[in-house]
C-alpha cells in the first residue's frame, strides 16, 4: 500500500471519530495510533453481539454431546494457534 493510500484511510478514520495520533516518543517523524474510546466501545458492542448469537445457535442447533465436542475442539483450536 501506498503512503499517499494509507494517509487516506487514517484521515477518514480520525474524521470519523476512531482513531487518534500522537507523535512517537522514540521517533519525532512517526504518529503512533491508536483506537478511541468510541471505536473501543463500537467494537466491543459488535463482538458481544456475535457471540450471542453464536450462543443461541449453539443451544438451539447442538446435543449436549455436540457442545462437549465444540468445546474440546475449541481447546485443540487454541493449542494448535499458540504452537510455532
Request: hydrophobic residues 40%; positive net charge; proline residues 6%.
Amino acid at each position: 500500500m501506498r503512503p499517499q493510500s494509507m494517509a487516506k484511510i487514517v484521515r477518514v478514520l480520525e474524521g470519523a471519530g476512531l482513531i487518534s495520533g500522537s507523535p512517537d516518543p522514540k521517533d519525532g517523524r512517526k504518529t503512533l495510533l491508536s483506537l478511541t474510546p468510541a471505536a473501543q466501545e463500537q467494537f466491543r458492542i459488535g463482538r458481544s453481539a456475535r457471540e450471542d448469537w453464536l450462543t443461541s445457535a449453539i443451544d438451539a442447533s447442538l446435543s449436549d454431546d455436540e457442545i462437549a465436542q465444540l468445546a474440546s475442539a475449541v481447546k485443540l483450536l487454541r493449542r494448535l494457534a499458540q504452537s510455532p
